[in-house]
């Protein structure tokens, strides 16, 4: 049985603010923390770079610089929520046990025009963010 939860990206916002000892991790490429935006306080940890798309071999020792404990509230983001669902399951099978995939992710799913961002995500619901 798994540990990881599934929350909204106003879930998760209010466990961020009601938490201290919560974070935000955030799992996307260099370029779309950096261009496209990210909530403020996100750490960015990469998951998977191009062109291979593979999980990063130093992953897991990334986020342990910034969870030390295993016990630490992990709230996991992407673009949409597939990525940090992979990356909740790495950390899950490292030994960690609160961890929470945001749904939706920072864009969302495409909508009907194929545009991301109109129906779901961390901006969508007007939560805080910046670009770099």
């Known amino acids: 049985m798994s540990n990881i939860k599934s929350i909204s990206p106003p879930e998760a916002h209010e466990l ?16 779309e923390y950096s261009f496209v935006g990210h909530p403020i306080g996100a750490i960015h940890v990469p998951l998977k770079r191009p062109p ?26 992407c673009r949409s929520g597939a990525r940090s669902m992979d990356a909740a399951k790495l950390l899950e099978a490292a030994g960690y046990h609160s961890l929470f995939n ?27 963010w910046q670009q770099s």
């Open 52 to 77: 291979n798309w593979e999980a990063l071999p130093d992953f897991i020792k990334n986020i342990a610089q910034h969870a030390p404990s295993k016990t630490t509230p992990i709230v996991l983001m």
């Open 102 to 128: 945001m749904d939706e992710g920072f864009e969302g799913d495409k909508d009907d025009n194929k545009h991301r961002g109109n129906i779901g995500g961390w901006r969508f619901h007007n939560l805080p």
């Open 16 to 31: 961020l603010s009601s938490d201290s000892q919560a974070i935000l991790i955030d799992t996307r490429t260099l370029i």
